[in-house]
């Protein structure tokens, strides 16, 4: 049995899992801070939608697990999930009953459900699932009974039950409610879709997150494998190796994240490899202004 610390301090004797705190990262390690906070977390994250809703089939599951391994090899530390992805929470869950998380582990998870009875339960059967006693980050999915909802969250914060708050959109959706919320109420995250070939959050969301404090996080940010897929059709090109990148996925998400707004990406996959290469966005250097504008001009032209 080890040992968890929470963000009240205390320690807790509790399954396998140790999680918690803000942690050492490597040095080399590109992270941002949480506004709300202060404490760092690396710039990529883990995404489950689709991914790991693989059921209970032995070999997704082990497949999984090994996902989730080498990302924590890598420096990975924030992992997202739903209600809404399957079976996604259960095979983390699996997964780490089986590995040793970094003590910086930042589990990130989502009420989507109407009721607030029905929120409270649906989180207690997230907690479950995912086998650890508290969330880092809780989300009102999708704006789902957000005004019920986000009461809740806020209690679960003030009694040190959760570290910070949230709300998701996905897909471009319902920026204008967005907006309103991140105008009118004291939350720490905001999920939102943004990529280097949808860019709308530019306009107004990514602005007024960075003006309010409150960290974004963005989903889709290789528009579903769909992006990378188009753009590995072309040739890499030499200017972008002589600014550093490694690849597509290094460039793509490296565009993403350093937008100043934006403090993590979760990309999804499959594949040990893709986990690597995504992960190489947490190294090196992000783009400044001028770069991110010619990146974006490339793919735009390509």
Known sequence: MLTLLGATGLVVAIGPIPFGGTGAFAEDLITKPIPSSGAQIPVIGLGSWITFNVGRDPVGLEASKGVIEAFFAEGGRLIDSSPMYGSSQATIGYALERLTAPSAFMPVDKVWTYGREEGAEQIAASLRKWSVPRFSLLQVHNLRDWETHLPMLMQKKAEGLVD??????????????????????????????????????????????????????????????????????????????????????????????????????????????????????????????MLRARMAAYVEDL
């Open 164 to 289: 910070y708050i949230g709300v998701t959109t996905s897909h471009g959706r319902r920026h204008g409610e967005l907006a309103r919320i991140l105008e009118r109420e004291p939350i720490d995250f905001v999920q939102l879709t943004y990529n280097i070939s949808h860019t709308e959050a530019e306009s107004r969301l990514l602005p007024l997150a960075k003006e309010r404090g409150i960290a974004v996080i963005t989903n889709r940010p290789l528009d579903g494998g769909r992006l990378i897929r188009a753009v590995k059709r072309h040739p890499f090109p030499e200017w972008a190796k002589a600014e550093g990148f490694l690849g597509w996925a290094d460039f793509l998400l490296k565009f993403n994240v350093s937008h100043p707004a934006v403090v993590c990406a979760i990309p999804a996959t499959t594949k040990i490899a893709h986990v690597r290469e995504n992960m190489n966005a947490c190294k090196g250097r992000l783009p400044d202004a």
